[in-house]
């Protein structure tokens, strides 16, 4: 595939989560009627996913990224994929499988993206 295409794959992966983040912080009061443990973990995930998609959207521009935070984003991209992997045994829904996919998918295109220094042509 070529850069433009994992562009698109990449910036789509990062909105569908960045969306995802936002209405899981929207959903905290909903979802829970006291700020309690649970209401701060479950806001604290939607914060860190609006958060990881908004890096990978400032760093994924019309040409390989070559920024030097940009295998700080790769690298945190794969710890998120490995724990939406984890998370789905503890969270067995189908939303989950599909933010996973969404991370996983994130994860890969980032390695075409998000290049680097070190791996300038």
């Not at 604290?44 to 070559?66: D, I, K, Q, Y």
């Amino acid at each position: 595939m070529s850069f433009t295409a994992w562009r698109v794959v990449h910036r789509t992966a990062s909105g569908f989560i960045g969306a995802m983040g936002i209405l899981h912080c929207a959903l905290t009061a909903v979802m829970y009627d006291a700020w309690n443990p649970g209401a701060v973990w479950f806001l604290g995930t939607g914060l860190s996913l609006t958060f990881l998609a908004a890096m990978n959207w400032a760093h994924v521009g019309l040409e390989p990224c070559r920024m030097p935070t940009a295998p700080v984003v790769r690298y945190a991209n794969v710890a998120y994929a490995v724990f939406g992997v984890a998370a789905i045994f503890a969270v067995p829904q189908p939303h989950a499988w599909v933010l996973t996919g969404a991370l996983l998918t994130q994860a890969l295109a980032g390695f075409f993206t998000l290049t680097g220094p070190e791996r300038h042509g």
